[in-house]
């Protein structure tokens, strides 16, 4: 039977498992001194100045969309090719997502399609700008740093500030992720990170929020607690018997101490796994460019540094002689299915989220509406990367890949 390949796994070793153990016998494993700890290590990497866990990258989202004020009335821009969490999470506030497309190339929000959108869609009132058809306001933008990528943060904050929209990071796949030195988080925006075990350091789940704000950050952490008025270590320390206060409705988006011990192990090793996911990709690079040429590999622009959360490539129609996106689609579909017969996992990049049903039915859009989007939705694979893989399961990888795409032509 061969080696199972799957698309990713967590690189664990003892470490966890004695630090989770040392948790349980502590007895404080609810939310407590070692989330603090993971909260601090993980600022401290991004340069950022706080961190606030949460329980999942999309409540850290809902954080900060309710914290931004957003609500019925608003229109708050997501790039269509993310996971569906992104515009959901501004869904929650009764504000609309609207969908925005992508650069295929980079797989992140178009700045020239997201210029020419305002420019016509917008028009500036007495204390902003609103749309020019239904009167919404508009309030803000949530670029993705998708698959361990920046988006374009500096364009976007500028024309962010042009149009006065408030700036949310989606950087659930960016952790550690650079543009001239400056990590994500770091270019004046809050930002929302995910420790999903398909990230390159994981909790089980979890997320946080980094910030350079001690205000914000004391005020995240206290609607993350139900919004009490004292946190549980304050409780602990006073008078634990008596029930804190509660002025207004927050929510229950804890981290417990057992999984920020498992993230506090993951991050002493951080610098090694984001080495060895840059080396991997690094030679999927070059095999590719020798062995697969109707494959194109993530694109970097000059002064980026990609994480590679996820190897994530495009089909390159012209290559194969494929004519249109469809049939470059059918071709994909064909070739992730005889890879998975042999055992090795591959995946879509994520989805565009304008073709799923509750998008598209909500708001009317059709495939091409946003082809960037679409493009990358239906052109995308995802290829196997973790610390473990060895090169022999990369070449493995590349000859599944030349076999399965001239079976498909055959």
Known sequence: MKKQIPIMKPYFDDREAAAVAEALKSGWVAQGPRVAEFERLVAAHEGVGYGVATTSC?????LLTVTAGFGVGDDVLVPSFTFVATPNSVEYTGAR??????????????????????AENYAAGDDGY???RDGNRLAGIVPVNLFGLCAELPAI????????????????CAFGAMIDGTHEGGFGNPSALSFHPRKSITTGEGGMILTDSEEFAGRLRVLRSHAASLSETQRHRAKGYLLPEFDEIGFN????DLQAAVGIAQMEKIDLITAARRRLAGRYDRLLAERVPWLI????????????????CRIRLEALGLKSIEEGNRFRNAVMDLLETNGIATRQGTHATHTLGT????????????????????LSIALPLYVELTDEDQDRVIDELIRSAAVRRS
Request: one cysteine or more.
């Open 58 to 62: 999309t409540t850290a989202l809902h």
């Open 97 to 118: 997502a609207v969908l925005a497309d992508v650069d295929p190339a980079t797989f992140n929000l178009s700045v020239p399609w997201l210029e020419s959108f305002l």
């Open 130 to 132: 609103y749309h020019r």
């Open 157 to 172: 904050n500028r024309i962010a500030a042009q149009y006065g929209m408030k700036v949310i990071e989606d950087s659930a």
């Open 253 to 256: 988006y804890r981290m417990t």
């Open 297 to 312: 590999a993530p694109y970097v622009p000059a002064g980026y540094t990609h994480v590679y959360q996820t190897y994530c």
């Open 359 to 378: 998008y598209r039915g909500r708001y009317g859009y059709a495939a091409y509406d946003l082809p960037g989007a679409y493009e990358s939705d239906r």
